[in-house]
């Protein structure tokens, strides 16, 4: 079956971190350029953070170095580790592998 699924979102406090997986199933990861996006209440959904093919990453400005994007070819799989996350980063994040597929989301809420 070909899929993604997030995991790892949860409820943390403001400038705690937090990391994200996706695990692709039926295809390669690799082979696929890799783009994390989050969607908050009332909002439209917004690029986070992206992997080439080969792994060079890139960030919305926004970032501003908080957040970084790897991959684990042998599982298959890609990480968004979060640090000193806001509140405002409360959303459900999603991975999207080429124009192809979508995961199902990951709820990440950031409140004390």
């Known amino acids: 079956q070909v899929q993604l699924v997030e995991s790892g979102g949860g409820l943390v406090q403001p400038g705690e971190r937090l990391r994200l997986s996706c695990t692709a199933s039926?295809?390669?990861?690799?082979?696929?350029?890799t783009g994390w996006y989050r969607q908050a209440p009332g909002k439209v959904r917004e690029w986070v953070a992206g992997?080439?093919?080969?792994?060079?990453?890139n960030y919305a400005e926004w970032v501003k170095g908080r957040f970084t994007v790897s991959r684990d070819d042998a599982e298959n799989t890609t990480y968004l580790q979060m640090h000193s996350l806001k509140r405002e980063a409360t959303a459900v994040y999603y991975c999207?592998?080429?124009?192809?597929?979508w995961g199902q989301g990951t709820q990440v809420t950031v409140s004390s």
């Open positions: 999207r592998a080429g124009r192809e597929y």
């Open positions: 039926g295809f390669t990861l690799g082979d696929y350029v």
């Open positions: 992997s080439t093919t080969v792994g060079n990453a």
